[in-house]
């Protein structure tokens, strides 16, 4: 590896032959073999019967468009407001709705309204009330958020009006709610939908997304899941991760993570929160993330911290913690710039002794000339681990959906360059 440029273990871990780069140490191979062994298929969906095949295991009807229709291109309005990533987004997730609609009629048990958790400003439930002709309740934490989604809503019906198209006007406005989500939306979700309910969880983060499934199981009209997770090492509800100061050790050990596990299968075993931020992390995008004007100098300043917190401190919990995101600019932000931001809240207790054992001539350092070619070569292995991990986080939340009696599967809704967390859990009630 010291001799191995880091152009090519990038290369070599987003090949999809095991034979490209004659040159990579054998051991290296195996690792790769191994990592790919254990992940789901991140590949993307190429066309939607491809997409019906996935999540219903049948290829019994052919209705389907060849390739996926750019809804949220159709209309001028909705265009300019939605980045080609979201766009990418809700293209397929519109198609994947419409694919459970059409099942659960043939079910007999059409789908009367849709539920959208963490709308943000609306505009996925803005077209599924567009395209999918649904009644649909938009759940937003953010009041902000919220309220630029109505004033969205309110320019849509007015320009749609104008409309020549059915498919272009916007008939009824998704009820929107602003409020934190809890166990207790599935009473609200009962209420609303008429018979059966889809709901839609986009990229909710950390044990967000535990709640939603929790919702799932406990509303007797939502009939039908899609569900994707991000940002897996955030606990929102664990006081743990959001108080700065260490909690006590019994107490420490006796929190169990509401991220990881959920299921009996995985029961008792254990996911860092290293771990799971490491499953955040994707191969195909490592080229743009490791990049010279992609890079994040801040890597290298938070590795080099944690050499003087383990001099500070032999406590375990002082060691390898999550810290504030700092912004470094290039021959500007120092060492010590970096540490007071970083250590703002979490490791704070640790600020005033870690300062006073880093001599100053490193303190005065620019985080830039931190860099190290080796760290990287290292971090690219380290990353590359990701989507394992993140494959174990999924599967737990699909054996959870299984044990309740409940058919899952995990589908590469997005193509995983332009939206890295692109593996959807689609799960059903029948």
Known sequence: MRTYYLEGVISFLNSESQNAASDVPESLRKLKSLLESLQYNRKCVDNPEELWNT?????????????????SSSNAFIRK??????????????????????????????IDSLVDIGAGVGHLSRIISLRNKLPVMA???????TLAANSLDEKLVHT??????????????????TTFVTDQLATKIDDFSTKSSILVGLHCCGDFSSTVLNIFLSSRKAKALVLLGCCYHKEFQCFHFLNPTPVNKEVSENLKSSVFPLSRKWSGFELSYLHRELACHSN???SRRFSEDKIDMSRYARAYLEKWIWIVSESPDDRNIGMCSVKCVEEETTFEEYIRKAMSKRGKHLLDRVLEIIPKTELSRYVSTLRSSQFDKFDVLRQSFGPAIESVIID??????????????CVPLFDPTISSRNLAIVAYKV
Do not use: C
Not at 55 to 71: C, M, P, Q
Not at 139 to 145: A, K, R, T
Not at 396 to 404: A, I, K, S, Y
């Open 284 to 286: 195909e995008n490592m």
């Open 139 to 145: 759940v937003e934490g953010n009041q902000e958020f």
């Open 396 to 409: 737990d939340r699909l054996e959870l959906l299984r044990e309740n009696g409940i058919t899952a599967k």
């Open 81 to 110: 407001r939605i980045k080609p990533k979201k766009q990418h987004e809700i293209d397929h997730i519109v198609e994947l709705i419409s694919q459970i609609q059409k099942y659960m009629e043939m079910k007999e048990d059409p």
């Open 160 to 177: 749609s009006a104008k409309q020549q198209k059915n498919d272009s006007r916007l008939e009824k406005l998704p009820v929107r709610y």
């Open 55 to 71: 999540w219903n295991g049948t290829s019994d009807l052919k209705i389907f468009e060849n390739e996926f229709v750019r809804v």
